[in-house]
C-alpha cells in the first residue's frame, strides 16, 4: 500500500517544487496531471527555471496556481512602462533599459538580436501575473522576463520602437468560474 501523501487543495510554489523533474516536460507533465493548468511556455519560465531561486520564491509562494488561467495577450510599449516589477528583480530592469538605451540590444545569442532588429520585440514572450493573484493593488505586475522589459524600455527610450507598438505577454489572471466567484 503506498503511504504517499495524498496532495489536494492548494496548488502552491511548494507543492510545483515537489513534483520536480530535471526534464522539463516531465515535470509540467507530472504538474498537468495533478490538475495544474498552465501552458509549457509559462510553466518553463515560472516554475522550472526559476524552480530553486529563493528570491522568487517569496514572490510567488502564496499564489494558488491552479486558480490562475494564461492567456497570450499584447499590450503596447506604453502600457509596459506601467508594470511593476519586484523591487529585488528591478536592479534588472534597471540594469537592461540603462545598457540598451546607450548601446541597443546586446546578447551573445544571435537570434535573440535579429529578432529584437527585426521584430522590435523579445523572442520569448515574458510572464506577469494581475495584481489580484498576488493580492496586490497593482494593475500588473512581471514575474519573468526583466531583462526583456528592461530592454524593450531602452528601446523605447531611444525610440528605436514606438510607443503604441504591441508586445506580447504571458498574462495570469484569477480563475472565475461560470458564476462569475473565484
Known amino acids: 500500500m503506498n503511504r504517499e501523501p495524498i496532495e489536494v487543495g492548494a496548488f502552491t510554489w511548494t507543492r510545483v517544487q515537489r513534483l520536480y523533474d530535471g526534464d522539463t516536460t516531465m515535470h509540467w507533465q507530472r504538474c498537468e496531471s495533478e490538475g495544474l493548468e498552465c501552458p509549457l511556455e509559462v510553466f518553463t519560465q515560472l516554475f522550472h527555471e526559476d524552480a530553486w531561486n529563493a528570491e522568487f520564491a517569496v514572490i510567488v509562494r502564496a ?3 491552479g486558480r ?3 492567456e497570450l495577450q499584447e499590450f503596447s510599449g506604453i502600457a509596459l512602462r506601467q508594470v511593476r516589477v519586484d ?5 534588472a530592469v534597471d540594469e537592461a533599459r540603462e545598457r540598451t538605451a546607450q548601446f541597443g540590444i546586446r546578447d551573445d545569442r544571435e537570434e535573440v538580436v535579429n529578432h529584437w532588429r527585426d521584430q522590435g520585440s523579445w523572442f520569448t514572450p515574458p510572464v506577469m501575473v494581475a495584481g489580484e493573484v ?10 519573468v522576463g526583466c531583462t526583456r522589459l528592461g530592454n524593450l524600455l531602452g528601446l523605447l527610450d531611444r525610440e528605436d520602437v514606438p510607443g503604441a507598438q504591441k508586445h506580447l505577454i504571458w498574462v495570469g489572471r484569477p480563475w472565475i468560474n461560470h458564476e462569475g466567484v473565484e
Not at 523591487?87 to 536592479?91: E, P
Request: glycine residues 4%; without cysteine.
Open 68 to 70: 490562475v488561467r494564461w
Open 134 to 143: 498576488l493580492a496586490s493593488n497593482v494593475e500588473y505586475e512581471m514575474l
Open 87 to 91: 523591487r529585488g528583480f528591478q536592479y
Open 63 to 65: 499564489v494558488d496556481w
